[in-house]
């Protein structure tokens, strides 16, 4: 470890060091030094300045640091990471494939599990501060602020992992919530991280008891369900068309901030055939909503008919604003001649939209869009609904 590539601040140190049971000799900072001991470990301390730009700072900062690998039995790179992120839970996402047959993962898959991991964040964040059975939209404030402060860290070895920290320390606590069977006031950070790891374990138990619908049961019953429609959604993300890999989510808790003294479990796994069954979870938690016909705003995002007669007809994908839906919802559509005609056109054009009426069936996307009695161009473009 090269001195010159640490970021590491005299204050993170000092409170890792305090959190892993380490005392500080308070005399000491008079002389502007934090100087700290063990019992365990005496008569070793940590010895560094209390002002980064002192002349030594890099050279102590290393120092420490390695003192601390050898009494954890821990490589340095890895405690200098605990320290920098000391005040922030991590969220790991991995990636796993049960028999690894291919170097890669498709890059489609990527970037939907980086889709996925974000709605994981916010739904949980919602969750935190609003439990209910489904959350019309994940923009409230708070979760907003919470993904907002989300830095997406380095990966590591252990292939493909979305490494994602949240810092404690700057959003307000925004009340109390029940986890674990009791009522806790926790920042809004560890409240997420919390309400993130009991859903989805959740989630994965009422699976493998294969008891879904007494979970759905319970959940639209809860007053401050822990699990929403939203999560399930999110989770749906992470599978794999091709059915190969599964999610193993863990959360590695700051230092500075214990988890509850009863969580048995800081992971939990996703495997590959239980996406199928969170589809289902997540169509049964969603509200049922009246088939109607309406209209629809979007974009012709793909041409699937087949040639009949010299002309092409048949299946076209749009992707469509919905008003209670933040993003675009992905819905196949079969079109006659003349219409199929009009989605070729806009489909060629550029910032084209299509107007279309007819009933949006719930389901995995894309959803089925029927009973079309309209469809067409939109003039110009369309305020959002």
């Not at 079969?334 to 060629?348: I, K, N, R, T």
């Amino acid at each position: 470890m090269k001195p010159e590539q640490l970021d590491i601040t005299p204050l993170n140190l000092r409170d890792y060091a305090t959190a892993t049971g380490w005392t500080q000799v308070r005399e000491a900072v008079q002389d502007g030094l934090v100087i700290m001991n063990n019992p365990a470990y005496s008569p070793r301390q940590l010895v560094f300045p209390m002002d980064s730009m002192a002349p030594d700072y890099l050279d102590s900062i290393a120092i420490a640091l390695q003192r601390l690998a050898e009494v954890e039995e821990r490589a340095a790179l890895m405690v200098a990471g605990d320290v920098q992120r000391v005040h922030e839970d991590t969220y790991r996402f991995r990636l796993f494939e049960e028999h690894d047959d291919h170097p890669g993962i498709p890059f489609s898959y990527a970037l939907s599990a980086i889709k996925g991991s974000q709605l994981v964040i916010l739904s949980s964040a919602t969750t935190a501060v609003r439990p209910q059975i489904h959350h019309p939209r994940l923009s409230i404030t708070e979760a907003q602020q919470v993904f907002s402060m989300a830095r997406f860290n380095h990966t590591e070895q252990g292939s493909f992992i979305l490494n994602v920290s949240c810092p404690l320390n700057k959003l307000d606590t925004g009340g109390s919530i029940t986890l674990f069977g009791e009522e806790q006031e926790l920042p809004l950070v560890r409240k997420t991280s919390l309400a993130m790891l009991q859903g989805v374990q959740s989630i994965v138990k009422a699976i493998e008891e294969d008891s879904e619908q007494s979970f759905v049961d319970a959940m639209s019953n809860e007053e401050a369900p822990i699990v929403s429609a939203n999560l399930a959604q999110a989770l749906t993300y992470f599978e794999d068309p091709a059915g190969k890999h599964g999610l193993d989510l863990q959360i590695q808790w700051a230092v500075s901030l214990p988890p509850p003294k009863d969580l048995r479990r800081s992971r939990v796994i996703v495997r590959p055939d239980y996406f199928p069954r969170i589809q289902q979870l997540h169509a049964a938690l969603k509200p049922k909503r009246k088939l109607q016909e309406e209209d629809y705003i979007g974009t012709v995002e793909d041409l699937l008919g087949d040639w009949s007669d010299g002309r092409r007809q048949g299946d076209v994908i749009l992707k469509l604003q919905l008003h209670d839906v933040e993003e675009p919802v992905r819905a196949k559509v079969s079109l006659g001649p003349d219409e199929y005609d009009l989605a070729w056109a806009a489909h060629h054009e550029q910032e084209v939209y299509v107007r279309v009426r007819g009933k949006l069936r719930d389901g995995n996307q894309p959803r089925a869009l029927t009973d079309v009695s309209y469809f067409g161009p939109v003039p110009k473009h369309p305020s959002k609904q």
